[in-house]
């Protein structure tokens, strides 16, 4: 689909990254239908109107050893007050809704791994993956009754193929805890420092979120500003 110009943009990004020629298919829904929503000086963004997921297109991703270098500079560890509280802004009230014995998957986890270890201090066991610092593939093969992706989901390319694992990897009645930052409005984003980050490459608002549980079957439960749980039927 060619670009259209009566999109909205904002006008003080037209002298900014070169966009494709074309908007690229949705990562999340693969919709053809999305438009140039924002342009800065680094990349070009683009929002889905079936979706409303907002994605940077492939030719401004970074390759593997890039993305890795930056996740390298991350400084992540149990005794960060400051990180423990990050974290428990999703970690707290999953445990409220999580059955004795639950059995979780911290997916993404991270060099430091910080979330399971908190979560072993209440008493849930989980395990650890993550592409970098934790790839252990067979525990893509089990079934755990949540799993959390804390600032994870707006680094994976594959919205689609990312879905379609955790949903195999949730057993019913299982909870998808998910933290990221999401998007408000077109005007809020051109100031959006998380945009900035260049390892961030998908973008959900609550209407990406209520497509995705609606597709899925699950149900959608808004926990704060950054964090959402998605549950699936039991």
Known sequence: MSLNASDPQDSATQAAAPA????PTCPLCHGMDSYLFHRDKRRAYFQCRRCQLVSVPAGYHLSAAEEKAEYDK????LDDPG???FLARTLSPLLTRLSPGARGLDFGCGEGAVLSR?????GFE??????YYA????????SYDFVTLTEVIEHVADAAALLTLLDGLLARGGI???????????????R??????PTHINFYSVASFEWLAAQLGWRLEIVEADVVFLHKPG
């Open 20 to 23: 494709p020629a074309t908007a």
């Open 74 to 77: 991350h400084d992540n560890r």
């Open 126 to 131: 989980m395990s650890n993956y993550d592409l």
């Open 118 to 122: 908190m979560a072993q201090e209440a």
């Open 192 to 197: 959006w420092h998380y945009k900035n980050d």
């Open 135 to 142: 790839r252990h593939d067979a525990l893509l093969e089990r």
């Open 176 to 190: 998808l805890a998910v933290m990221t930052k999401r998007v408000l409005s077109q005007e809020a984003f051109g």
């Open 83 to 85: 990180y423990r509280r």
